[in-house]
C-alpha cells in the first residue's frame, strides 16, 4: 500500500496507512483516519475544475495496491486468488 499511495505532503503515505490485526488469523490496512481523514477520497473518481477538468490522477490507486498485495501474499504461500 505504502509504495502506491499517493504522495503530495507525504502525510497519508507517512501517517494514514495503518496496519490493524482484526483477529489472531485476519489483518488488514485502515486507510486515512484521524491523522488523514480524506484518506479514501483519494482513489475515488472525481473531475475538478481547479485541474482544468482533469480526472483524479490517483484515482485506484487502493484498488490495485489490494490486488497486487493478494497476489503477492498468494505468491509466499502458495494460495490462489479466485
Not at 18 to 44: C, D, E, R
Amino acid at each position: 500500500m505504502y509504495s502506491y499511495s499517493p504522495v503530495d505532503t507525504g502525510n497519508l503515505h507517512d501517517r494514514g496507512l495503518v496496519k490493524k490485526q482484526f483477529s489472531p488469523t485476519s489483518m488488514g490496512i485502515i486507510m486515512g483516519g484521524p491523522l488523514a481523514p480524506y484518506g479514501p477520497y483519494t482513489t475515488l473518481p472525481w473531475i475538478h475544475e481547479r485541474w482544468n477538468g482533469k480526472q483524479n490522477p490517483n484515482q485506484g490507486w487502493a484498488t490495485r495496491a489490494a490486488n497486487d498485495a493478494a497476489q503477492e501474499i498468494a505468491n509466499m504461500t502458495g494460495g490462489r486468488i479466485e
